[in-house]
């Protein structure tokens, strides 16, 4: 079974940076997709950015120019570094790795979640 643990979560002032981590362990399984979700209170769960294993990324437009995501395959770890947080990007952000299955879909793993915080 994949296990994702994320770390780095926090409470920054707008403009701060905050850098998150997620490694996942316990598996052998090839997560071919790993990235990052938020969920802020009374809204969906939302894409902020996924990075394939050969750097291939994907950003929401809300995060784009201010977040960058990176993977390091030899440690199953992918990294979040955020800059010029606005309070807009508190949430809790959840670790993703879509585990690749020959003949039949991905399938989603999560991390519990850790959560930002961005205020004054």
């Known amino acids: 079974q994949v296990q994702l643990v994320e770390s780095g979560g926090g409470l920054v002032q707008p403009g701060g940076s905050l850098r998150l981590s997620c490694a996942a362990s316990g598996s052998s399984a090839r997560l071919h997709l790993m990235g990052w979700y938020r969920q802020a209170p009374g809204k969906q769960r939302e894409l902020v950015a996924r990075i394939s294993e050969s750097g291939r990324t994907l950003y929401a437009d809300s995060v784009k120019g201010r977040f960058t995501i990176s993977r390091d395959n030899t440690k199953n770890t992918v990294y979040l570094q955020a800059e010029s947080l606005k309070p807009e990007d508190t949430a809790v952000y959840y670790c993703?790795?879509?585990?690749?299955?020959?003949?039949?879909?991905?399938?989603?793993?999560w991390g519990q979640g850790t959560q930002v915080t961005v205020t004054s």
């Open positions: 993703n790795g879509a585990e690749l299955r020959i003949g039949l879909p991905d399938l989603d793993h």
